[in-house]
């Protein structure tokens, strides 16, 4: 019986663990000596990649992402793979497809700085340091207060939808998105794909 990461998870928080979750694939049953990996892609390449355990019968698998690694995952839509490996057939796509992670709230992003940085000064209690920053060409103590609403309006959009909290849904949506599934790897989706002796 078919069981789908795409199915089953919406989205990623980073900072947090996910799973575990259950998987299984008809053509490929852990009883028949196939593993599965899951990986998580980003601009530069693989960010997280994490094997799945024994499930809760002879051909499923249990996935959980450890809080820790997926601490170290930016903000914003990934594609993903389910990698089945066998040590003899070769290694095979499973599952494919795209899916969004939330920004982890424990991490300060460049907007976020900004945005205390206004608001700092907007108090009246920014250092010289935070009231010198240079937003289009204009430094933060040399604004208007109208020019500073503007700004902190702008960033709170901004921050809030990285940390998942703007407009009822965080202006960050649950982006999932399959592709045909050909059990090929192509580049660029994954390696020095098809492995020797041609494609899988």
């Not at 109208?146 to 700004?151: E, F, K, M, R, V």
């Not at 703007?166 to 982006?175: E, F, M, P, Q, S």
Request: charged content about 15%; some cysteine.
């Amino acid at each position: 019986m078919t069981s789908n990461f795409f199915d089953q998870v919406t989205r990623i928080q980073a900072g947090e663990t996910l799973g575990p979750i259950s998987l299984g694939y008809t053509d490929f049953p852990r009883s028949s000596g196939w593993a599965l990996n899951c990986i998580l892609f980003g601009e530069a390449g693989a960010e997280c990649i994490t094997a799945a355990a024994a499930g809760t019968d002879a051909d499923s698998f249990s996935l959980t992402i450890a809080a820790t690694a997926t601490a170290t995952l930016r903000g914003g839509r990934k594609s993903f793979v389910i990698e089945a490996v066998h040590l003899t057939s070769g290694t095979y796509i499973a599952e494919r497809g795209a899916i969004l992670v939330l920004w982890n709230p424990r991490t300060t992003t460049a907007e976020m700085t900004i945005l205390a940085n206004i608001r700092a000064v907007k108090a009246g209690l920014a250092t010289d340091g935070q009231q010198t920053i240079v937003l289009d060409g204009v430094q933060l103590r040399h604004m208007s207060p109208a020019d500073l609403d503007a700004w902190e309006a702008r960033y709170l959009k901004i921050v809030n939808a990285q940390i998942g909290k703007a407009g009822g849904n965080g202006g960050v949506y649950a982006i999932k998105m399959r592709t045909p599934q050909d059990n090929h790897y192509a580049a660029p989706w994954y390696g020095p794909y098809p492995p020797p002796g041609g494609s899988r």
